[in-house]
Structures are given as structure tokens and as C-alpha cells.
């Protein structure tokens, strides 16, 4: 009897489990997946692509990476500081916003914060009275580009750090960037957690700091240490072939929509050092760092470090220039200028990531040119804002003898897969969608050449 009881609870034991593990399966959990999307502010930040960084502050003075807190702000004097020239090369170049770093590791601060006198305030440029967040915020709501600031946890300079009290100050520094200089689009809070002057180490609060960010600018996506962007893992700014935006996440490994942001500097310093004058990253370089960043499904936070006389370097505006250049040519190269598409295709060759269409797997979508182009970049997008759901797809175009051959074939798309393809050339392709967590909602198709 007690053998039976226990055989029979044995059973119901084995099939709740199995029930449970076929309700949290991999399909199960893909279905889940697909249905997760962005929040608005994670949608728009997504849509931006492109964000500048600009590391400038006590460092650029001393040369250095990272400033150990005991930095003099006599040495901050830059001679010609133009935010204006900054955002509007940056805005010609087509980035969408500027982070800047108002406190970076030695915290030395690029606003008379009232709560140190380690700040712009006690330097020699403009006697004391310039404000380079200010100058900065103004620039980007001027040219229209978002403003983001990068406040770094880590302070080495703060007697309070390692204390309670480094939590309030944190917040009233925090505060004070997100109530004085308008909307802030971004906040950047890196992960580095050393010690402070004492010795000591800070336990974060982030749960607090987040709270008053979403308090004082709603429409701000934190970054990195917050919710909604994660980084990418490296700073060789190269993301993944398979990058999905919806992750496991925090210690119940809740699945949530947490993009990938890829940031690279166009130097190989963060802060500008003038014997890297040399060593700028050329337009064709930046361009591979578009394919392996916004082509793999992220945002590229590129870094460009104003110098010691307070203005972005002439190597780096050329290479900007060069960057937006290849970029302007790629996209008129369009294969689809001179073919304008009908019905199904006309919906995602129309320049328009508004008009989608809806794909099953194994669905196949044609495309027929007025006559025959060569190209060797695709560029595929699907609508997020209904989620991400392609795992593999692939292009083919028609042989002579009306056959087809695979020309290109990739697995995620999310928000913009960028592929390089053989030079080819052909007038009619077909899309396939191989497999998709559900129907694919497919926004924008290209075929271009990339130099
Ligand atoms: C890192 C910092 O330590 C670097 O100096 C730089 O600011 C980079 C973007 O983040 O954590």
C-alpha cells in the first residue's frame, strides 16, 4: 500500500514535471520572446543608430586615460572651447546625440556642481564662470541632436566615496544634470567600481539613481548598469552575427527587451592625446564598425575626445566626413531607385520603416528590376516595434536558366542587419524567411553598393 501511494505520487510527481518543462520549453519560450517589445524610449534610442561620446575633462589636460582624483583644476584651461563646432560636425555626420562625460573617474566636473569644488568653477577657464554641460546641452537642443550624460559612479576624488553618503551625493549631482540643462536623451553609467581617495569601495545604489532618473527625464534610457541598453561586452567594437534584443534578465533571468549599445573610440585613447593624431580611424574603418554594430543590430556610440584647445581635431572631422560620405553613397546606390517595386515589395523598398510587411517562415518574397543591377551590400530590417522574431533568412537571385542561387543568408535581423555579399549582379532576387519565433514583420529591404 505505502509502495503503492508513494509509486503513484512517483507518477504525479514525473508528470507535473514534464508538464512544466514542456511549458517553459524552448518553444514555449520562443513564443514569449517574440511577443516581448520595446518601450517607447528603447524604440526611439534604437532608431537614433548613431551616438557620439565625447570624453573631455581634467584628463585631457594631463594627458591621461584616468585621472587618480588628485588632478589640479588650474591645468583645465581649454583656449577655444566651441561646443557648436562639436554638435554641428557631429550633426552633419549624421550622429543623433552626444553623450558627454561630465564626471568621469577623477571626478573632476564639467558644471560648478554645488557639491564640490573639484569642477569647471575652480579652473582658470572663463575665471571660474564656464559651464561645459551647459554649453554642450545647448548645442545639441540647437542642432537638434539629443543630449546624454555619462556620470561616472566611480569617483576617486570624493572624500565620501565608499560611504552612504557617496549615494546622496551621487543623487544631488545627478539631479543637478537632469533639472538644469533640459532633455536629456541618454544616461551613461559605466560599471567601473575601484577605489576611492580612502581606499575605499562604493556599494552603488542604482535602484535609487534610477528612480530619480525616470523620475526627472522619463523619456532618458539608461545604459549599460541600467535597464534599458546593455552593453555589448567589448570595446573592439565588433557585436554578434546572432544578436537578440530580447535577453534573460537579472537573477530570475526575466526575458525583457535590452539592447545592444557598441561603444568604440575613433582614437585608440578614450581622452585625446595629440601623438594619436596619427592613429584616427579612417572612413573605411569607421564603415566596417557600422556593419559589426548597427548592422549587427545595435547603436554605435562612437567616442570622439575634444582636444586641449576645446575642439574636435581636424583628423577626426575629416574622418566623420569620409564616414557620412560612404554612408550617403551606399544609399543612393539603391538598386531599387531606378526599379520602384509593386504590391508586397513596394512596401519594404519605399524608404519607409512605417510600412511593413508580414512574412511566415518559409515565406519567400520576389523582387523584379526593370533591369539588371550590381550590388554587394544587403541591408534588412524588421518593424521592432512588434518585437524581434527572425533566427535565419537568406537572399537569392536568378540564374540565367531560372534557377536560383543563394547569394546571402544570415540568422537575426532585429532592428538592422548590414551584410557584405560577392560583387553580384542579377535582376531578379527572392527573400526567404528560413525560420522566425512567429510571423516576421519585415519594414525595409536594400541591395547596395558599400566602397
Ligand atoms: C570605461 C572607462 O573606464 C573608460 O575610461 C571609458 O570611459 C569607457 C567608455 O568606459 O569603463
Redesign the pocket.
Known amino acids: 500500500m505505502i509502495l503503492q501511494r508513494t509509486t503513484h505520487l512517483l507518477t504525479i510527481f514525473l508528470a507535473a514535471i514534464a508538464l512544466l518543462s514542456s511549458c517553459n520549453g524552448p518553444e514555449q519560450t520562443e513564443r514569449k520572446a517574440a511577443h516581448i517589445t520595446p518601450s517607447e524610449r528603447q524604440f526611439n534610442w534604437q532608431r537614433q543608430e548613431l551616438t557620439a561620446?565625447l570624453?573631455f575633462g581634467i584628463n585631457t589636460f594631463y594627458g591621461r586615460?584616468?585621472g587618480n582624483g588628485a588632478e589640479d583644476p588650474a591645468r583645465f584651461n581649454p583656449s577655444e572651447l566651441d561646443a557648436d563646432q562639436w554638435i554641428s560636425t557631429l550633426a552633419q555626420s549624421g550622429f543623433k546625440c552626444a553623450i558627454l562625460?561630465c564626471k568621469?573617474?577623477d571626478g573632476f566636473c564639467l558644471w560648478p556642481s554645488a557639491y564640490t569644488g573639484h569642477s569647471v568653477k575652480n579652473s582658470p577657464w572663463k575665471e571660474g564662470n564656464g559651464d561645459v554641460v551647459k554649453e554642450v546641452a545647448d548645442a545639441c537642443h540647437r542642432h537638434g541632436i539629443g543630449f546624454g550624460v555619462?556620470l561616472s559612479p566611480w569617483d576617486r576624488n570624493s572624500s565620501l566615496y565608499g560611504t552612504d553618503e557617496y549615494n546622496d551625493y551621487f543623487v544631488n549631482q545627478l539631479t543637478e544634470l537632469l533639472t538644469n540643462y533640459g532633455d536629456v536623451a541618454e544616461v551613461w553609467l559605466?560599471?567601473?567600481c575601484g577605489e576611492g581617495p580612502n581606499g575605499r569601495v562604493q556599494e552603488y545604489d542604482f535602484e535609487r539613481w534610477y528612480a530619480v532618473v525616470r523620475e526627472l527625464q522619463p523619456d532618458a534610457v539608461i545604459a549599460i548598469m541600467g535597464p534599458d541598453v546593455r552593453w555589448v561586452g567589448t570595446?573592439n567594437c565588433i557585436g554578434r552575427a546572432t544578436e537578440w534584443s530580447v535577453v534573460p534578465t537579472g537573477a530570475d533571468e526575466t526575458l525583457a527587451w535590452y539592447p545592444v549599445e557598441v561603444?568604440v573610440s575613433i582614437r585608440p585613447g578614450?581622452f585625446y592625446h595629440e601623438d594619436e593624431d596619427d592613429s584616427v580611424k579612417s572612413p573605411e574603418q569607421l564603415m566596417d564598425i557600422y556593419f559589426t554594430s548597427v548592422g549587427m543590430n545595435g547603436v554605435l556610440l562612437l567616442?570622439i575626445p575634444p582636444d586641449t584647445r576645446g575642439l574636435l581635431a581636424d583628423a577626426d572631422i575629416e574622418s566623420l566626413k569620409g564616414f557620412k560620405a560612404l554612408r550617403d553613397e551606399m544609399a543612393s546606390s539603391s538598386i531599387f531607385r531606378d526599379s520602384p517595386q509593386r504590391g508586397r515589395a513596394r512596401k519594404v523598398t519605399d524608404g519607409n520603416y512605417d510600412t511593413h510587411i508580414v512574412m511566415k517562415p518559409d515565406q519567400e518574397l520576389v523582387f523584379s528590376l526593370d533591369e539588371e543591377k550590381t550590388f554587394n551590400a544587403l541591408c534588412i530590417q524588421e518593424d521592432i516595434r512588434f518585437g524581434q522574431r527572425v533566427k535565419s533568412f537568406a537572399l537569392d537571385v536568378q540564374l540565367p536558366d531560372g534557377s536560383w542561387a543563394e547569394v546571402a543568408s544570415g540568422t537575426t535581423i532585429g532592428h538592422k542587419r548590414l551584410l557584405h555579399l560577392d560583387e553580384t549582379t542579377a535582376s531578379k532576387l527572392r527573400l526567404r524567411i528560413i525560420e522566425s519565433r512567429a510571423n516576421a514583420i519585415i519594414s525595409e529591404v536594400d541591395l547596395t553598393i558599400c566602397q
Open positions: 561620446f570624453h586615460e584616468w562625460t568621469h573617474h555619462y559605466d560599471g567601473a570595446e561603444d578614450w567616442n
